[in-house]
């Protein structure tokens, strides 16, 4: 059974740093590309950072992260986001996804969650003082 599973969220300060991770069973994760999005309460879930598959290892960001946020492939089955100068905006749900029938999804970015096919259960990301 092909799963993917989200760790490493707890709460920091403003200001401060954070690496998530999106540990995969099941599947070898250099064939496909890996997304991250997060959803606040009240708010849509957003995609914030996509890396592709690794015959080219191509990265996207959103807006609201870029600069701050690197997505990185750690090892063959986990991939990694390095939080850095977190806002108190970036306090949200933090969910990896993929498609497991197209690796090229972070060639147009962003992306809708209706893109992705395969989700995590999340890992809560707290920013405060």
């Known amino acids: 059974q092909v799963q993917l599973v989200e760790s490493g969220g707890e709460s920091v300060q403003p200001g401060g740093s954070l690496r998530i991770y999106c540990e995969v069973s099941?599947?070898?994760?250099?064939?496909?590309?890996i997304a991250w999005f997060r959803q606040a309460p009240g708010k849509e879930r957003e995609g914030i950072a996509c890396?592709?598959?690794?015959?080219?290892?191509?990265t996207a960001y959103s807006d609201s992260v870029k600069g701050r946020f690197t997505i990185s492939r750690d090892y063959v089955n986990m991939v990694s986001l390095q939080m850095n100068s977190l806002k108190l905006d970036d306090a949200a749900v933090y969910y990896c996804?993929?498609?497991?029938?197209?690796?090229?999804?972070?060639?147009?970015?962003?992306?809708?969650?209706?893109?992705?096919?395969?989700w995590g259960q999340g890992t809560q990301v707290t920013v405060s003082s």
């Open positions: 996804a993929t498609n497991l029938w197209d690796s090229r999804l972070c060639d147009r970015w962003p992306r809708l969650t209706g893109d992705f096919n395969l």
């Open positions: 099941g599947l070898n994760l250099n064939g496909y590309a």
């Open positions: 890396i592709s598959d690794s015959s080219d290892g191509r």
